[in-house]
């Protein structure tokens, strides 16, 4: 008998309300942070929390990772503002269409 495969983004469902497909895109935004895409501070945030170091709850109560997080939300609110409003929206359905999708993959 096999071994299912390990699905380490069901330590992020509680984040996601249980939304398994949030929770795999969580995941892959955190691996994506590991893996240095968008500067030291996050990559090692990233890294400790993939590991089980700690978790997204205890980083944002923490000073140590606020700055970074301040200056990227600030980046992401005017990059948000910026956008077309259907330009928004189409983002919007991609984003909710992939999470469905995700999370689909996970009911049998």
Known sequence: MTQPEPQPEKQFLDLTEGDPGLAKLLHASLTRLRDGVAGDGLQEMAR????GHTDLRQIGATDA???EFLDRYHRFKDWEQ????????????QATEIAADLGSQERP
């Open 48 to 51: 400790e929390i993939l590991a």
């Open 65 to 67: 990772y606020g700055g």
């Open 82 to 93: 910026n956008l077309d409003p259907d330009e928004r929206q189409r983002i919007t359905n």
